[in-house]
Nanobody, 119 residues
Framework: VQLQASGGGLVQAGDSLRLSCVASGRTFGAYAWFRQAPGKEREFVAASSWRGEKKEYADSVKGRFTISRDNRDNTMYLRMNSLKPEDTAVYYC???????????????WGQGTLVTVSS
């Protein structure tokens, strides 16, 4: 099983960015995005059941970020709008076999992609 994240970069406050994560090796029950800012612990950002009927977001990103998946393949996305300097972090995609609300326990993880938001 492999998760390959991409799409990070340097943007200005207020800009948008879309992260992608290609999953291969098996099907999953749920997927999520986490992030880790410098000097801080990794935190939950958003999660979705595999078919998308259940989704949840951290309060800090609700209304600005959207988690989704392309049904044609195993590519997962995190669309980030109205980015703020405090969104600066390494973003990780993750997947698990079943849906578990607010869980931080995911069996498979991508390598991370850096998002830097300048003010």
């Amino acid at each position: 099983v492999q998760l390959q994240a991409s799409g990070g970069g340097l943007v200005q406050a207020g800009d948008s960015l879309r992260l992608s994560c290609v999953a291969s090796g098996r099907t999953f029950g749920a997927y999520a995005w986490f992030r880790q800012a410098p000097g801080k612990e990794r935190e939950f950002v958003a999660a979705s059941s595999w078919r998308g009927e259940k989704k949840e977001y951290a309060d800090s990103v609700k209304g600005r970020f959207t988690i989704s998946r392309d049904n044609r393949d195993n590519t997962m996305y995190l669309r980030m709008n109205s980015l703020k300097p405090e969104d600066t972090a390494v973003y990780y995609c993750a997947a698990r076999a079943d849906w578990a609300p607010r869980s931080t326990i995911y069996a498979w993880w991508g390598q991370g992609t850096l998002v830097t938001v300048s003010s």
